[in-house]
């Protein structure tokens, strides 16, 4: 991965909540230097104080031409944000967004026809470099342009390239929002294993272990999810019993997952209106 662009040119980031210091957690931790990165945020965390106090700049001033502007203020703000940076539109700057749902149009109309605009959906795990995020641009974004948010997006995890912005709704409720489904998966195992009887710290455990045990099996091992399922499940017994409730169709995961991503893609879609 390859930086270097971004550590001559500069960064400027807009907005530096949980997502924006996520995805600058990583690209610090994988060499982008403190010097070449410009954060505007009226609210900046304690955490962002330290590293401005290590030679990043807040809420002070820009560069002329930074290499990208990357724009990670909730879809609802974005009308207040923008005219902080409309300045960037129509030149060589990159403009990369990460807001679910807020159109590649809204933007356009923002800084100009002309100007270069990569969405992204990036999701939380940027922060430790497992995150993945699907890219993409409008109609004047260059091969260049893709490449250069590929190198900064795949500092903190996967990228994956988009046909178009009609996937990114469906992209933003599965890789977006989806960690908020594992999270909610750890509590949600937790308080069942304590309504068995476990003490609460014992059973947090145990469900925080497993959820991330299989996660980096998942990760590492060649067999398919369906695979490492089955290895699980002996004939008759524990595993089976309780995938029979999960996998029953009316009310099991897959029905209720359907419904919650179809909730996040909807609400993706009405924010974007
Ligand atoms: N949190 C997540 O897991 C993901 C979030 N996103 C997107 O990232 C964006 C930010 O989301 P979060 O970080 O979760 O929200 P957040 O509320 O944690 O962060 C937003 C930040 O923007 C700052 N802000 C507000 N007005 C501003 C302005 N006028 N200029 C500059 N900064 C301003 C706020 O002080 C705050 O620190 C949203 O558009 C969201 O859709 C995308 C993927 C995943
Ligand atoms: O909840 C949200 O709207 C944002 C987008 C994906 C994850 N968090």
């Known amino acids: ?28 931790g994988q060499g982008l230097r403190p010097e070449a990165t410009w954060v505007i945020d009226p609210h900046p965390s304690d955490w962002l104080k330290g590293v401005a106090a290590n030679g990043l700049t807040l809420n002070d001033g820009m560069p002329d031409a930074p290499a990208v502007v990357l724009i990670a203020v909730k879809p609802q703000m974005m009308g207040a944000a923008l005219p902080q940076i409309a300045g960037f539109g129509g030149g060589d700057t990159l403009i990369v967004t990460v807001a679910a749902g ?27 470099g497992r995150g993945i995020t699907a890219i993409t641009g409008n109609a004047v974004t260059t091969p260049a342009d893709l490449d250069l948010a590929e190198a900064l997006l795949s500092a903190v995890g996967q990228v ?11 992209v933003t409720a599965v890789s977006g929002s989806g960690p908020a489904y594992v999270f909610h998966l750890i509590e949600a195992l937790a ?15 145990l469900a925080r272990a497993t959820v991330t045990g299989a996660g980096e099996l998942a990760h590492r091992a060649p067999e398919t ?49």
């Open 191 to 205: 308080a069942a294993g304590e309504a068995e009887g476990l003490p609460a710290e014992l059973a947090m455990q």
């Open 160 to 170: 994956v390239r988009l046909e178009g912005e009609h996937q990114m709704d469906a």
């Open 1 to 28: 991965m390859n930086l270097d662009m971004i550590n001559r040119r500069g960064l400027v980031l807009l907005g530096c909540g949980k997502m924006g210091s996520a995805m600058l957690e990583g690209w610090l």
């Open 225 to 273: 999810a369906e695979q490492l399922r089955i290895n699980v499940t002996s004939p008759g017994g524990t595993t089976a019993a309780a995938l029979s409730v999960l996998m029953e169709p009316d009310t099991g995961f897959p029905a209720l997952l359907r419904r919650a991503v179809k909730a996040a893609a909807d609400r993706g879609r009405s924010l974007g209106k």
């Open 102 to 128: 807020t159109t590649i149009a809204t933007y356009e109309a923002a800084f100009g026809a002309g100007t270069h605009i990569v969405r992204a959906m990036p999701n939380t795990p940027a922060a430790v």
